[in-house]
């Protein structure tokens, strides 16, 4: 059965810390599943987003057993440099930035 589920983001982006904007630009995702598996929502960590340009795909959501994507990978969500901001110089200043603490 195909359907569509919601995506839910969980956690922080650090490269919103730098002045970026997160970008979500699907709402939903659709999915294929027995209706016994189908799942509420999907579920997936921000904080994988730590550069301007950074962007999650189809094949880096953990999807739950039994259920398969329907989409292309193009990106689910992603975080873009402030206008006027110079992405080379964003990146290395992520990238210098401390690391989150767990």
């Given at each position: ?5 919601p ?26 599943a ?69």
């Amino acid at each position: 059965m195909a359907a569509e589920a919601p995506q839910i983001g969980h956690g922080s982006a650090p490269a919103l810390d730098l002045g970026g904007t997160l970008v979500f630009p699907p709402t939903a995702l659709k999915v294929r599943a027995l209706p016994a598996n189908l799942p509420n929502a999907i579920h997936f960590d921000l904080s994988q987003l730590a550069v301007f340009g950074a962007s999650l795909t189809v094949g880096d959501l953990v999807l739950p057993d039994g259920v398969s994507a329907l989409a292309s990978v193009r990106g689910r969500a992603c975080v873009t440099a402030p206008r006027g901001a110079d992405a080379a110089g964003a990146t290395a200043t992520a990238a210098e930035a401390p690391a989150p603490e767990a």
